[in-house]
């Protein structure tokens, strides 16, 4: 079993910065054999892969809308997967999620754990 609990979203101006937090709790597996993984969702629109790290944070993958802008990293001691965002746009604001799974996959339906979400809005 694995909880998890986002944070760090809130209102930012277009081109500017927000730092999302994924906490993690687990029992019965440790944290690092878990690949994580972060989607957005906003109103009317289908969850959309946004980035995603591996077991060891080795090998990182990024929707081709966020690359050179979204960095995801871990801290595997620490219980938790963030996600750095620069020069936000506008149509990025959505309900962010972090999930959890048995590999990084851009496909949502690969993840077993999902947190509650956190609102990430950009004015224009």
């Known amino acids: 079993q694995v909880q998890l609990v986002e944070s760090g979203g809130g209102l930012v101006q277009a081109g500017g910065s927000l730092r999302l937090s994924c906490a993690a709790s687990t029992s019965g597996r440790t944290f690092s054999t878990y690949a994580m993984g972060w989607f957005r969702q906003a109103p009317g629109k289908e969850r959309e892969f946004v980035a995603a790290?591996?077991?060891?944070?080795?090998?990182?993958y990024y929707a081709a809308s966020v690359k050179g802008r979204f960095t995801i990293s871990r801290d595997n001691a620490k219980n938790t997967v963030l996600l750095q965002m620069n020069s936000l746009k506008a149509e990025e604001t959505a309900v962010y999620y972090c999930?959890?799974?048995?590999?990084?996959?851009?496909?949502?339906?690969?993840?077993?754990?999902w947190g509650q979400g956190t609102q990430v809005t950009v004015s224009s």
């Open positions: 999930a959890a799974g048995d590999g990084a996959s851009s496909e949502w339906k690969r993840y077993n754990y």
């Open positions: 790290i591996s077991w060891t944070g080795g090998a990182t």
